[in-house]
């Protein structure tokens, strides 16, 4: 077992980062070639785990549907709450929600550590629960902001548990595809707040409504959280063997249960602290490996599919710099607008968006998984709200050339960074992948 560890360490050693990535593409494919069948019948049984999985995304869901929430019913809500024509009040209303996620966010890895991904996403769903009713039933615009504020707490709590809770319970070989899942059900919760929206003009408070449709999936994600699969992770970094080696049974099947358990106890490091400092998560030796971003199928690769995706959102939005070079009443702008806005649209949910749901949780070490995921989110929630509440600034005082120039530009930097540094993680577990990014000095 050690020889094995060894060899595989020193080998990934003698290898720069980027002959790392090939190298572990090439091996992936030699072992598919000369196992063959056999390969595929070693595999556990993917059904064990999804309804699992089923139940974690819809977290995701919540999320997409309380950003879209409120779209269509904003001009009503800002006549019925009496800030209608107050441009900051509506986008108040709209990114308030993004303030609570930086929060939720980065209070997710404590919790996540602290009680379990299970109790976790149980309090996830409860301020979103509480948020929606203080939103359906406000009159006034300050409680329609501390609502949303709720509902974003626990938009930021959940999503990081849910890319935790897949990536642990999840098969190596259906890992990225049930890492779609979260993207997907993201997308859904979007559409459901649309169509859900639709009558808020001819129907009176239909708003309120919209956000009371909401609580039912939360209140759905509590309850089937109790009958759902602890992390055998979480459980086996508290000590938890026995109870680790049955929820494995149930995600796994019982022939895979012993192997897993090794695979765990191989690379426990039992001399390591669980506290980890700040300062650790920022600069520590595995920072290089958390900036990295991959997207999420098994077939193509991550690498291959990310490559796809920021390339084809610096042609869309090189597209979007021609359409902003027409006048605006010719109707070919208006035609390549729509069209790169689309293809924006498509290339990032191929590649770019899902990214830091399942790669982060796949390069970060278990001993600091949670918490490092949670300072990533953060950052991300960070981003989110400050191209929000700029956006409009800075295409008024840019223009649309400059400004969507200098998006394609970053679009570029991602494409050469991805090429450059980032390593294929699919079909390998857990373990194999942290080897793979050991630091040289160890």
Partial sequence: MWDRKREAFSTYKRLSLKDNS?????????????????????????????PHVLVATLTSFLFG????????????????????GNTMAEGLVVSTCLGGALIGSLLSGWIADGVGRRRAFQLSALPMILGAGMSAMTKTLAGMLLGRLFVGTGMGLGPPVASLYVTEISPAFVRGTYGS????????GLM??????????????????????STIPAAL?????????????????????????TEFEKLLGGSHVKSALAELSKFDRGDE?????????????HFQGSIVAMLLMDRLGRKLLLLWSFSGMAVAMAVQVVAGSYHYSDSGALYLSVGGTLMFVLMFALGAGPVPGLLLPEIFPSRIRAKAMAICMSVHWVINFFVGLLFLQLLEKMGP???????????????????????????????????ALLPQDQ
Wanted: glycine share 6%; charged share 20%.
């Fill in 22 to 50: 090939d190298s572990i593409d090439m091996e992936d494919n030699s072992a598919h070639l000369q196992n063959g069948k056999d390969f595929e019948a070693s595999n556990p049984s993917w059904s064990l785990s999804l």
């Fill in 65 to 84: 549907y309380h950003l879209g929430v409120v779209n269509e019913p904003l001009e009503i809500i800002s006549a019925d709450l009496g800030f209608n």
């Fill in 181 to 188: 899942f979260i993207q997907i059900a993201t997308c859904l």
């Fill in 192 to 213: 459901a707040a649309l169509l859900i929206g639709i009558p808020v003009k001819d129907i009176a408070d239909w708003w309120r409504t919209c956000f009371w449709v």
């Fill in 221 to 245: 994600l509590a309850l089937a959280m109790v009958f759902c699969a602890e992390s055998p992770h979480w459980l086996y970094k508290q000590g938890r063997t026995e109870e680790a080696e």
């Fill in 273 to 285: 602290p669980d506290d980890v400092k700040l300062s650790e998560l920022l600069f520590g030796r």
């Fill in 401 to 435: 050339q400059l400004l969507y120039s200098g998006f394609a530009t970053f679009c570029l930097i991602a494409v050469a960074f991805v090429k450059r540094n980032v390593v294929e993680t699919k079909g390998k577990s857990l373990q194999e992948i942290e080897i």
